[in-house]
């Protein structure tokens, strides 16, 4: 499946945040990239507010528009609100909570693990990014993969992530997805009813 892979900080420049987490080259330049970045005082349209909402959304979760388009398809059509369901919908994707759970540093990192086979869900080997969690799985490293790197330094120099959502067992490697986040457990900073306005027009 294709995915970005161009310049991460100019992304980050684009939208005002470290969306992919801490940039050294960020915090340098922190205003939007081109040449008048740093002056430019023009201000954004409705719908440019709600279209730089939508791209921050995917490039945040690694999600092209096709994706992206039936996420909210799909979630527009449950009983919740709409915008809440996406982001659920987004949390719940195999790359997302395996970078929640704390095994990769990084979405990226997260998706590569997965699709190279390291991560096992309710015991088999699950190589799909966009693979959707449900409450009651279990989500593991692969027993040849424990003693990866990446894995390892993740787990290690960083704190496991706690979310009221996800449940970690740090001797086994395996952590359960309880149930369906709710908007309050997740910390992204994405305005989702501007994007519900977007689709809505």
Do not use: C
Request: charged share 25%.
């Amino acid at each position: 499946m294709a995915r970005y892979i161009g310049p991460k900080t100019r992304i980050a420049r684009k939208f005002g945040e470290a969306i992919y987490g801490p940039d050294k080259n960020f915090e340098r330049r922190n205003f939007p990239p081109g040449q008048h970045g740093a002056n430019r005082r023009r201000k954004t349209s409705e719908y440019g507010l709600q279209l730089k909402e939508k791209q921050k959304a995917k490039y945040t979760y690694g999600v092209l528009e096709k994706q992206f388009r039936n996420l909210f398809s799909k979630a527009s059509r449950s009983k919740g609100i709409t915008g809440e369901e996406l982001l659920g919908l987004l949390e719940s994707r195999l790359d997302n909570v395996v970078y929640r759970l704390g095994i990769a540093p990084t979405r990226a990192a997260a998706r590569q693990l997965v699709s190279h086979r390291h991560i096992t869900v309710d015991g088999g080997i699950v190589n799909i990014a966009s693979f959707q969690a449900k409450p009651g799985m279990l989500i593991s490293v692969r027993e040849k993969s424990k003693s990866l790197e990446v894995i390892t330094s993740s787990l290690t120099n960083t704190s496991v992530h706690k979310y009221s959502w996800l449940e970690w067992d740090q001797n086994t490697l395996t952590g359960k997805f309880l149930t369906m986040p709710e908007r309050t457990d997740i910390p992204e900073n994405i305005k989702e009813q501007l994007i519900v306005e977007l689709y809505s027009k």
